[in-house]
């Protein structure tokens, strides 16, 4: 079994940051590629970032220049470091990990979500 647990969302103003954490546990032989996706109301899910197991990243056209993506692999952790937040930044946002297990048996594993709201 394999679980995905985030945190670090929550309600911020215009031009604020925050910084969410996804942590991934359970039988894990590797972590390949680690993203964030999020999904505001009425609208589909989308990338916003992700990152290989080698550090290789890709962003999303809207939010480059405001938003990183790290990982600590000793962790299992992806992290979304979020600056300059704007309204339309408003989703709930998903931590998404490339996991094969021990029996080498690679899935694709989301989190739960946390809600992102900014506003005034």
């Known amino acids: 079994q394999v679980q995905l647990v985030e945190s670090g969302g929550g309600l911020v103003q215009p031009g604020g940051s925050l910084r969410l954490s996804c942590a991934a546990s359970?039988?894990?032989?590797?972590?390949?590629?680690m993203g964030w996706y999020r999904q505001a109301p009425g609208k589909q899910r989308e990338l916003v970032a992700a990152?290989?197991?080698?550090?290789?990243?890709n962003c999303a056209d809207s939010v480059k220049d405001r938003f990183t993506i790290s990982r600590d692999n000793a962790k299992n952790t992806v992290y979304l470091q979020m600056n300059s937040l704007k309204p339309e930044d408003t989703a709930v946002y998903y931590c998404?990990?490339?996991?094969?297990?021990?029996?080498?048996?690679?899935?694709?594993?989301w989190g739960q979500g946390t809600q992102v709201t900014v506003s005034s």
């Open positions: 998404n990990a490339d996991i094969t297990n021990w029996a080498r048996a690679r899935t694709i594993y």
């Open positions: 990152i290989t197991s080698g550090g290789s990243t």
């Open positions: 359970g039988s894990i032989f590797s972590i390949n590629t």
